[in-house]
Each structure stands twice: as structure tokens, then as C-alpha cells.
């Protein structure tokens, strides 16, 4: 079994997304000290292969996914943060939050160029200044999750809590469902998928 070299997130900003690397530079000391790094296989960096591999618990992760609003021609973005086990409610919560008629997950490679992050890396941290970031409320309660870092190679270590800290998040209740809960179909496929 591989094993995880975490430590002091600032001692891997060389190893994770620019965009992250400046966003954590510019948070509080007191949030800072409370998120670690490690380099992984970017071959596991997937959820579930990641759990696997290192022998970190599903209920530890957290996904970060991109979706798209459209109302008339404007289109919205935003990042959605929701637990492994968990299912992000899109036709329902994600879209009365954005206030759109339609809402899918952002295309993959619309999602790769608007973040600069790669393909099942994208976090909540760094992410562009316009846009929301929706972290579902039971991800606040496990007392470390796992996030991408920004690039395949890396993840982030924080307790759930934290992520309420963070520029721009705003917590909601019932951003997803339990997976046995019926949900209606998405117009378009999951593009920036498991990504933590």
C-alpha cells in the first residue's frame, strides 16, 4: 500500500495548481495551519481508488464539482462540494441556488480551462473570483476530509469545518442526497467527476 507524506500545506505549494498555491497563500494563519498536502499517484487520484490505495476512508472524501447555469444566453458557473457518499442534488437545490432554468455539469474541458486545474483535481480553493462556491452542510461535520489540490498529483487534507471558512463558500442544507434518493436526470454527463 502507498502511503500519504502529508505536511504543512505551504511546504507543497510547489507540488499543487498555481491558482490553489495563490489562493492559500492569501488565506488567514489560523485557517492555513489547518490544511496539510501529500503527493499521491496521480493514477489514483479518483475517489475511490484513492480510498483504496491509501487506506483513507470513503466518508473522509469530498468532491468538488463544476456546474453550469443557463438563463437566456448568460451562463453561471459554480462549484458544488458534497461528500463521496453522497449524490449533489442538480435539478433541484443547485439550480433554485443559482436562480437559472437549466443547470448541467460543466463540460470537462470548459471546466479545465475556466479553473486552470487539472481533470479530477478541481478543489474550492482558487477557483475564479466570480464565481460561488456551494459546500454542502454534512461535509462540515467529518473531521477531516480529503480534497484535489488542483492537479492529479496531489490532494489536501482539512477538516470539513474549514471549508466554511473559505472565500466565498456559502453552506447549504441539502445541497445533496443520499445516492438511494431518486433524483432526476442531468442534461449533460458529470464532467469534472470525483474530484477530490
Given amino acids: 500500500m502507498p502511503?500519504?507524506?502529508?505536511?504543512?500545506?505551504?511546504?507543497?505549494?510547489?507540488?499543487?495548481?498555481?491558482?490553489?498555491?495563490?489562493?492559500?497563500?492569501?488565506?488567514?494563519?489560523?485557517?492555513?495551519?489547518?490544511?496539510?498536502?501529500?503527493?499521491?499517484?496521480?493514477?489514483?487520484?479518483?475517489?475511490?481508488?484513492?480510498?483504496?490505495?491509501?487506506?483513507?476512508?470513503?466518508?473522509?472524501?469530498?468532491n468538488c464539482i463544476v456546474v453550469a447555469g443557463k438563463r437566456g444566453d448568460t451562463v453561471t458557473y459554480a462549484a458544488c462540494v458534497v461528500l463521496a457518499s453522497t449524490k449533489l442534488d442538480v435539478n433541484r437545490t443547485v439550480k433554485g441556488l443559482l436562480g437559472v432554468r437549466k443547470v448541467s455539469f460543466a463540460p470537462m474541458d470548459d471546466a479545465v480551462?475556466?479553473?486552470?486545474?487539472?481533470?479530477?483535481?478541481i478543489t474550492p480553493?482558487?477557483?475564479?473570483?466570480?464565481?460561488?462556491?456551494?459546500?454542502?452542510?454534512r461535509v462540515l461535520e467529518v473531521p477531516e476530509v480529503v480534497i484535489g489540490a488542483g492537479v492529479r498529483g496531489a490532494k489536501l487534507f482539512l477538516p470539513g469545518a474549514v471549508l466554511a471558512e473559505l472565500p466565498?463558500?456559502?453552506v447549504v442544507e441539502g445541497l445533496a442526497v443520499d445516492?438511494?434518493?431518486?433524483?432526476?436526470?442531468?442534461?449533460?454527463?458529470?464532467?469534472?467527476?470525483?474530484?477530490?
Avoid at 179 to 196: K, N
Fill in 168 to 170: 466565498r463558500v456559502e
Fill in 179 to 196: 445516492p438511494a434518493e431518486p433524483a432526476e436526470p442531468v442534461a449533460a454527463a458529470d464532467a469534472d467527476g470525483p474530484s477530490a
Fill in 3 to 62: 502511503t500519504l507524506n502529508r505536511m504543512p500545506v505551504l511546504l507543497a505549494t510547489g507540488s499543487i495548481a498555481i491558482p490553489v498555491a495563490e489562493a492559500l497563500v492569501a488565506l488567514p494563519s489560523a485557517v492555513l495551519q489547518r490544511i496539510e498536502a501529500s503527493p499521491i499517484d496521480p493514477d489514483l487520484a479518483d475517489t475511490a481508488a484513492f480510498s483504496e490505495a491509501y487506506g483513507f476512508p470513503v466518508s473522509g472524501g469530498a
Fill in 113 to 121: 480551462e475556466r479553473t486552470r486545474m487539472e481533470y479530477g483535481g
Fill in 125 to 137: 480553493i482558487g477557483l475564479p473570483a466570480d464565481w460561488a462556491v456551494y459546500v454542502d452542510s
